[in-house]
Each structure stands twice: as structure tokens, then as C-alpha cells.
T-cell receptor, first 112, second 111 residues
Framework: KAGVTQTPRYLIKTRGQQVTLSCSPI?????VSWYQQTPGQGLQFLFE???????NKGNFPGRFSGRQFSNSRSEMNVSTLELGDSALYLC???????????FGPGTRLTVT | TQLLEQSPQFLSIQEGENLTVYCNSS?????LQWYRQEPGEGPVLLVT?????EVKKLKRLTFQFGDARKDSSLHITAAQPGDTGLYLC???????????FGQGTELSVKP
């Protein structure tokens, strides 16, 4: 089975811009979660989607949003980028009942 | 305040030594997972423990879930340089709830 894929792998944006990241889960996995990872804060949960519905949400401002499509692929969007949004953004898919996360390689976002 | 506290945060040891990483909480978890992350990659699931007191072994790695399901430990015997990485514990408190991660333990094993 192919693993979780994320595009793009690296991204450089300027403050105030917006960005869209994409994630394709493992075939058959209907749950997709997004995380932000930084050296200072560790791995922080952003949100989880299951069958196109947001099921859980972390403590992030409304600038962070996401969606899931009928084929389980997911996107997350960050608007009005700030320097503090520089991080590794990880997507993970799972069979919802187990919560076991299968992570993609991440998108490294740098905001200048 | 972290719901899951991992200790130590950093660990640097020589090849062949043993080590234990702890994951503690004041909350009860229905299950707990351990992941390892290498630089430039996403975390990889190592094990899931579900039952209080459960012990699981994965080659030189031994995972234990506390009797009260509030804590867990990871013990590595005869560490090797290939064990180097960030070790993360993660737990689920309620069915349908979100997965909560500890802040991680950065392990470096020197040859």
C-alpha cells in the first residue's frame, strides 16, 4: 500500500500571504488529521476530518482551516501568514477506530 | 501545561547502554501509542498499548502501560546508533476524542 503523501514538501511564503497544503491518505483510511510541529511547541493538533466532516479541532486561530474531499484527500489552508506559522505541517491518516496515525513526510513551511 | 509529560526531554548515551523514557499524566487514557521520528520525516508508529499493566516487546524495545492507564514507559536495551531519533508518546482519553501528544524525548546514541 502506498503511504501518506503530502505536497508540496517545501514552501517559502511572505507574511500576509496564504497557503494551501495537500494530503493524500492511505487507501481505505477515512480519517485525516493535521498537526503543526515546531521545536518549541512540539507536535500540536490542528484538526481531524472524517468522511468530509471536521470531527475534532485544536486550539488554533480561525486563519487555519481545512477540508476533506469525498475521496478522503484533504487540504489545509492558512491565511494571512505570520512569522510564527513557520513549521513542519504533518498530515496523518488512520482507520478511525484505532487512532493509530500514519504520517506523511510533512510540508516544511517557512514564512519570511 | 502538557497533558502528557515526557522525561527526559534529551538523552545522549553510548552504544550498548540501556535507557528508559517515561510518559506521565494525571489523566486516564483509553489507549497510548509510541512513535519514533527521524529528521526530515514524519513520526512512525511503534506500538499501541490498551490494557492497564500491558507489556509489549518489539525486539530490543519494551513498552509498558501503567496499571491505572495514566502513564507509560519505553525501555531500550543495548541501544544502537539506529535508535537515534525523537520518541513521542500519544494518548486518547475518550472514544471519539483527539489524540494528544507528549512533547517528545530526543535520543542520541553515539557509536
Amino acid at each position: 500500500k502506498a503511504g501518506v503523501t503530502q505536497t508540496p514538501r517545501y514552501l517559502i511564503k511572505t507574511r500576509g500571504q496564504q497557503v494551501t497544503l495537500s494530503c493524500s491518505p492511505i487507501s481505505g483510511h477515512r480519517s485525516v488529521s493535521w498537526y503543526q510541529q515546531t521545536p518549541g511547541q512540539g507536535l500540536q493538533f490542528l484538526f481531524e476530518y472524517f468522511s468530509e466532516t471536521q470531527r475534532n479541532k485544536g486550539n488554533f486561530p480561525g486563519r487555519f482551516s481545512g477540508r476533506q474531499f469525498s475521496n478522503s484527500r484533504s487540504e489545509m489552508n492558512v491565511s494571512t501568514l505570520e512569522l510564527g506559522d513557520s513549521a513542519l505541517y504533518l498530515c496523518a491518516s488512520s482507520l478511525a477506530v484505532t487512532y493509530e496515525q500514519y504520517f506523511g513526510p510533512g510540508t516544511r513551511l517557512t514564512v519570511t | 501545561t502538557q497533558l502528557l509529560e515526557q522525561s527526559p526531554q534529551f538523552l545522549s548515551i553510548q552504544e550498548g547502554e540501556n535507557l528508559t523514557v517515561y510518559c506521565n499524566s494525571s489523566s486516564v487514557f483509553s489507549s497510548l501509542q509510541w512513535y519514533r521520528q527521524e529528521p526530515g520525516e514524519g513520526p512512525v508508529l511503534l506500538v499501541t498499548v490498551v490494557t492497564g499493566g500491558e507489556v509489549k516487546k518489539l525486539k530490543r524495545l519494551t513498552f509498558q502501560f501503567g496499571d491505572a492507564r495514566k502513564d507509560s514507559s519505553l525501555h531500550i536495551t543495548a541501544a544502537q546508533p539506529g535508535d537515534t531519533g525523537l520518541y513521542l508518546c500519544a494518548g486518547v482519553r475518550d472514544q471519539g476524542g483527539k489524540l494528544i501528544f507528549g512533547q517528545g524525548t530526543e535520543l542520541s546514541v553515539k557509536p
